[in-house]
């Protein structure tokens, strides 16, 4: 009776080493990076990081491999057994990781079943329109710049928004974002107009809007003329004023930035013909605002869209130093022009 029950002990013994060994050994399968290998010095391996592509319906025994390969994981089996444990091969996301041999194969397959994709960041300056964003976003690998246009164009989007306008011009909030390549032009659009409306709302010009009487299109609009108008924020409530008073007055905008925001290929010399060519944004043939936004206002330009100076002011003329001349009269005003951009008086007009 004692011989059997030291053998029934034996076994027991055995028993719960084999398992101790099996966690130990699944527990290293785990949780030990592919950088944890020693070399023949006993040091560890430096541990490397790659940009890899998870292609859209690539299975997981493709994508694994492909990690050993780029000696990401030190064994595809060994990631094949921790995505067996998680019942994660089928729910690995598609799109653009970057992961280094130092992460366990634990941390690697949250990145993938959590669709935690490489993000590039991104700005998107006051002031740019659609086409400049489009160009940007091409630029840096994120969007195809005619697809970018187009969908920012759709007018079943900019109603689905809740917007109005002929686009999306003025909405796409100017930003430092954070985007994915395998983003669609449409998710990259949501996400800056999700900026608009957060900042919009709670910096408060949505109720300030309201009690003004103005609606977010007419908002934004003096606002996208006010930043490519402004050479410094400090000059956006005065500029603002100009417009406001004019549209008061009756007095056509007569701005130059919507004159060239209707021109197609614009080549960075403006004018007289410019001046006199109907398009729909020409405020110096056209009375009231454009038919929307000519840029992507920021935060202050909204501001003063709203806010404008108290000063009668009715004109103004750059100065070519990034600011301006404001004038109350017309008289005054030419005087300005005739100094800073004629040069044909010797005196400042009266300031």
């Known amino acids: 009776m004692t011989e059997m029950r030291k053998r029934v002990e034996t ?12 966690a130990v050994h699944s527990y290293s399968v785990l949780y030990t990076p592919a950088s944890w290998e020693r070399g023949e ?24 491999n492909m990690l050993e390969r780029e000696g990401i994981v030190k064994d595809s089996k060994a990631l094949a057994f921790a995505a067996a444990l998680k019942g994660a091969q089928k729910k690995i996301k598609a799109g653009e990781y970057e992961l280094s041999s130092a992460m366990t194969p634990m941390e690697i397959l949250e990145h993938l079943v959590g669709g935690r994709t490489k993000q590039y960041s991104i700005t998107f300056p006051e002031g740019y329109n659609i ?5 940007s976003l091409e630029g840096a690998g994120l969007a195809d710049r005619n697809g970018f246009i187009k969908k920012a164009k759709d007018k079943r989007l900019v109603a689905a928004l809740g917007l109005e306008g002929p686009s ?5 909030f100017p930003d430092t974002y954070r985007f994915t390549k395998g983003m669609s032009v449409e998710e990259i659009i949501l996400k800056m107009v999700g900026r608009f409306k957060e900042v919009y709302e709670n910096a408060g010009l949505s109720e300030q809007a309201r009690r003004k009487g ?12 006010v930043e490519k108008e402004a050479g410094s924020v400090e000059e956006m409530e005065k ?49 009231g605002l454009p038919p929307g936004p000519v840029s ?31 004038s109350k009269t017309l008289k005054e005003h030419n005087r300005a022009v005739d100094y800073y951009q004629k040069g044909i008086l010797s005196r400042k007009p009266n300031a």
């Open 41 to 64: 010095g006993g040091e560890a391996g430096k541990a490397v990081t790659r940009t890899v592509t998870v292609a859209r319906g690539a299975s997981f025994r493709v994508v694994a």
């Open 131 to 135: 086409k400049e964003i489009a160009a």
């Open 168 to 172: 999306l011009e003025g909405y796409l």
């Open 239 to 287: 500029i603002s004023s100009v417009f406001h008073n004019r549209l008061k007055k009756g007095y056509r905008l007569r701005s130059d930035p919507t004159v060239i925001y209707g021109i197609e290929d614009f080549d960075g010399n403006l004018t007289k013909r410019h001046l006199l060519t109907y398009t729909p944004y020409n405020t110096y043939v056209n009375f």
């Open 214 to 225: 103005f609606i977010v299109k007419q908002v934004v609009t003096i606002a996208s003329i």
């Open 296 to 326: 992507n206002p920021g935060r202050a330009a909204l501001h003063a869209a709203l806010n404008p100076s108290e000063e009668g002011y009715l004109y103004l003329v750059s100065r070519n130093d990034g600011t301006h001349h404001f």
């Open 11 to 22: 076994i027991l013994w055995l028993s719960a080493a084999l398992v101790c060994l099996a």
